[in-house]
Nanobody
Framework: QVQLVESGGGLVQAGGSLRLSCAAS????????MGWYRQAPGMQRELVAR???????NYADSVKGRFTISRDNAKNTVYLQMNSLKPEDTAVYYC???????????WGQGTQVTVSS
């Protein structure tokens, strides 16, 4: 059973914007914090944004002020609005449910974001 499906990636010029979406199964979404991660080639996967079940958000320093995470509880979907994109934001972006600070489900296919300079 597929529980996480990411979409919305693409190729964009530096300074541009993209909005990523992650559809999750309801049981996974309702009871857990949700996070967006990214993995660039040759790099470890890193958490870039997190939103709690109550809507509290936090961000990696590298994206603070440029990215916004949100969740739609009616649609079981978490979003990542990415503005002022930089070439160093290029990566495959993944979402996951988080419990105890740890992602708890197998990773989905991710969505590729490529930012050209």
């Amino acid at each position: 059973q597929v529980q996480l499906v990411e979409s919305g990636g693409g190729l964009v010029q530096a300074g541009g914007s993209l909005r990523l979406s992650c559809a999750a199964s309801r049981s996974l979404f309702v009871f857990n914090d949700m996070g967006w991660y990214r993995q660039a080639p040759g790099m470890q996967r890193e958490l870039v944004a997190r939103i709690t079940t109550g809507g509290t958000t936090n961000y990696a320093d590298s994206v603070k002020g440029r990215f916004t995470i949100s969740r739609d509880n009616a649609k079981n979907t978490v979003y990542l609005q990415m503005n002022s994109l930089k070439p160093e934001d290029t990566a495959v972006y993944y979402c996951n449910a988080i419990r105890g600070g740890i992602p708890i489900r197998s990773w989905g296919q991710g969505t590729q974001v490529t930012v050209s300079s």
